[in-house]
């Protein structure tokens, strides 16, 4: 179903994540600038997630799309700093 995609690409998305966490701290001041930005970004995801699925399971489906977008903007983001290290 659509949730398991969901949450499938949120797996990959944290396992990216912590990979570029241990790179990003060797790496050049403007690329960690860069990951932080992007973790701001998926902090504020996980918040608004978390809040979601609290709240209800049809509002987690209502926003779905809207999530899926942000995840697609957050990976192109950590993809994009992971081509620079």
């Known amino acids: 179903m659509a949730s398991d995609r969901l949450h499938e690409e949120i ?3 944290r ?3 912590d990979e570029l966490r241990v790179q990003a701290n060797l790496a050049a001041k403007d690329i960690r600038d860069r990951f932080e ?3 701001k970004r998926w902090e504020a995801f996980e ?5 979601v ?3 209800s399971r ?15 903007e957050i990976r192109n ?5 992971r081509a620079q290290l």
């Open 15 to 17: 396992t990216l994540r």
């Open 53 to 55: 699925g609290r709240e």
């Open 47 to 51: 918040a608004h997630a978390e809040e």
């Open 58 to 72: 049809e509002a987690a489906h209502d926003v779905g799309e809207a999530g899926r977008e942000l995840l697609r």
């Open 37 to 39: 930005e992007t973790e």
């Open 11 to 13: 797996d990959r998305l």
């Open 77 to 81: 983001a950590y993809e994009r700093i």
